[in-house]
């Protein structure tokens, strides 16, 4: 530890503060309990603080991990918004609130053009399915925001108290919580294998997000056995077919 200290000072290092909890790595036992450090922290030289000076490093909670993520934020970076068209999560289906929705749409007696009846229905559901998520089931993200929240509330209650039953019944509703956000994930990427046990988020993220490119036609062969290699041959070969 000694030869860490003295590179940090052989480098002119500054320790940039953290705004959380003042400890980044914890173990709790099942007598009550608990050990908090804080291990890691964000350093960087003169020149690199000069340019920024407002940058701002947060102790984020982890229930995968003893450790606390630490998220930096340099001066002047902003990330936009991006608004999202609807689609139906499969995790909706956990809650009974999502057939009632459903339910009650379907068996709605609006009179209608028989034509569009059908189409109206659907775009009813979906609105009233917005609204649902919105008032009762609520945002995964948006929860699981709230719980680590009351969850840093609850770790600073147990390192006055010693008594930490309360984070440990918080880090099993968060595990819930993210088990949803897997699933979300799961059903955008598509990837049949996650059943088997992989739960890597950023994984499925990426695979979501390139979906398009994996279900590009780049060649298919002729009935002659040549292939065709350019998309005019792919399309004329597919046209002469059907």
Request: charged share 30%; proline share 2%.
């Amino acid at each position: 530890m000694q030869l860490f200290r003295d590179v940090i000072d052989e480098c002119g290092f500054i320790d940039l503060g953290f705004i959380g909890s003042q400890f980044t790595w914890q173990k709790h036992f099942a007598n009550g309990h608990s050990i908090w450090e804080r291990l890691n922290r964000g350093l960087a030289n003169n020149d690199w603080f000069m340019q920024f000076a407002r940058t701002k490093i947060h102790h984020l909670s982890s229930n995968a991990s003893d450790h606390c993520p630490l998220w930096i934020i340099p001066d002047g970076l902003e990330i936009p918004s991006i608004t999202k068209p609807f689609r139906f999560e499969e995790m909706w289906l956990s809650d009974r609130g999502c057939t009632n929705v459903v339910e009650s749409v379907w068996t709605s007696h609006k009179k209608a053009n028989p034509s569009i009846k059908v189409i109206k229905k659907i775009k009813k559901c979906g609105k009233e399915l917005q609204d649902w998520n919105r008032k009762h089931f609520g945002n995964v993200r948006s929860k699981l925001e709230k719980k680590r929240k009351l969850l840093r509330e609850a770790e600073e209650e147990a390192m006055r108290s010693r008594v930490n039953f309360r984070v440990r019944e918080l880090k099993k509703e968060i595990d819930e919580l993210v088990d949803k956000e897997y699933r979300m994930w799961f059903q955008r990427s598509r990837v049949l294998w996650a059943a088997n046990g992989d739960k890597n988020s950023k994984f499925f993220h990426c695979c979501a997000t390139q979906g398009k490119r994996k279900n590009s036609i780049l060649k298919i062969r002729k009935a002659n056995r040549e292939w065709s290699l350019n998309m005019d041959q792919v399309t004329e070969t597919l046209t002469t077919y059907f």
